[in-house]
């Protein structure tokens, strides 16, 4: 059976325009191919920092840790496993001034990994988790999606990328407090009902 890891962040809750497109993809994709759900709700805010003692537990092989290093390290490797074990990712993420929200850095500072998620070889780093599909789904109340504002969407692509995750599509409903907004909303619903019906 496959599996779909949906991971949103967004801080407005059920009222969020991220989590609704992200949530009807995740359960439509899921229904159409009988895939388990894994949720991973960012937005709790219960994912700690990367600080030097951490960063050292997360790179040290889980044979030689200490009992210390282990709980330090225990996020992270769960975090690394659900994207281990997805065939999808779907992320619910809104920009916030113009960049990806604090707490998906954190996540991200946590599931990079050297010689677990990704390798460094001669020619550069290479991802690990590869043979993976990505969506993301993107709201935004005045920055226009993957336009010299954006600083958001071309980083998560490209962080996804060294991850090895270079089959991404974008869904935005960006701009929503300008003028044309539920357009847009309507517009990237209907996107999500074409992915799924694909």
Do not use: C
Not at 74 to 83: C, K, P, Q, R
Not at 111 to 122: K, L
């Amino acid at each position: 059976m496959s599996n779909i890891l949906h991971i949103t962040a967004s801080m407005r809750g059920e009222e969020s325009i991220s989590r609704k497109l992200s949530t009807a993809l995740t359960q439509g994709l899921a229904q159409k191919t009988n895939a388990s759900i894994t949720e991973r709700d960012l937005s709790a805010n219960d994912l700690p920092y990367v600080d030097a003692a951490r960063f050292a537990a997360n790179l040290t092989p889980t044979a030689d840790r200490t009992e210390e290093q282990n709980r330090l390290a225990e996020i992270g490797d769960d975090l690394i496993a659900e994207l281990q074990a997805a065939d999808t990712i779907v992320l619910g993420v809104p920009i916030y001034n113009f960049g990806v929200p604090a707490i998906v850095k954190a996540w991200a500072d946590l599931v990079a990994r050297a010689g677990t998620t990704f390798q460094y070889t001669a020619n550069g780093p290479e991802g690990l988790l590869t043979g993976k599909k990505a969506y993301i789904a993107l709201a935004s109340g005045g920055t226009p999606a993957e336009g010299p504002m954006d600083f958001m969407t071309p980083w998560l692509k490209f962080f996804l990328g060294f991850l090895g995750i270079r089959d991404v599509e974008v869904i935005a409903a960006d701009a929503t407090a300008s003028s044309g907004g539920e357009e847009k909303i309507t517009a990237a619903q209907a996107k999500v009902e074409n992915i799924i019906a694909a």
